[in-house]
Structures are given as structure tokens and as C-alpha cells.
């Protein structure tokens, strides 16, 4: 497990999220002099019951608003990057900066 490093609130931090069947995991980072990433925290939380039974998109969502929901105070004060590597959020993402939304 890589080091922590101290947030640095004059660089953008980067909110990496992901999940498997029963649990979710979230990294907080930033960029370094190099471009490399350095954690700041890392996050993990198993799904409730209810939770479980949703299908993969759900959970990813669900981690997502999760991240942003425990990180908000970090998210407010500092440019952000939110990053998944779920294909439907991916494509819903492109899907919205070509309509402008």
C-alpha cells in the first residue's frame, strides 16, 4: 500500500471510486510535480443488504455519490476530478459533454 501524502489544496485532487459485489472502495488523490498520483485517503465501505442487490451500474453510482458525499467538505473548497472506469458512467459522461449539459 503506497504512502499517504498531505493534501496540497493548491492542486486539484482526483476522487477515484470502484466496486465489487459487496463492499465499494474510494481513493482521494493529487498530482505530483512528476504526474504522478499520490494518495491523500482511501475510503471503503461494504453495501448494506439493499445495496447488494443492485445491479453494477447502481453500485457504482452509489459509490460515487457516497465519495461525494463524505469528501464534501474537500470537494468544496478545491477543483475536483471524479473518475470511474464503469463504461455506461463513461459513456454517459461523454454522451453529456457533446450535448453540452
Known amino acids: 500500500m503506497p504512502i499517504l501524502y498531505a493534501a496540497d489544496y493548491k492542486k486539484e485532487f482526483i476522487i477515484q471510486t470502484d466496486t465489487s459485489d459487496v463492499e465499494m472502495g474510494i481513493v482521494k488523490s493529487r498530482h505530483h510535480e512528476k504526474n504522478e498520483e499520490h494518495p491523500i485517503l482511501?475510503?471503503?465501505k461494504k453495501f448494506s443488504d439493499?445495496?447488494?442487490?443492485?445491479g453494477t451500474t447502481?453500485?457504482?453510482c452509489a459509490a460515487i455519490i457516497y465519495a461525494i458525499k463524505k469528501l464534501k467538505y474537500y470537494l468544496d473548497c478545491q477543483n475536483s476530478t471524479i473518475e470511474?472506469?464503469?463504461n455506461p458512467l463513461v459513456w454517459l459522461e461523454r454522451t453529456m459533454e457533446r450535448i453540452h449539459v
Request: proline share 0%.
Open 42 to 44: 482511501y475510503l471503503s
Open 50 to 54: 439493499a445495496q447488494g442487490k443492485y
Open 58 to 60: 447502481e453500485k457504482e
Open 84 to 86: 470511474t472506469h464503469h
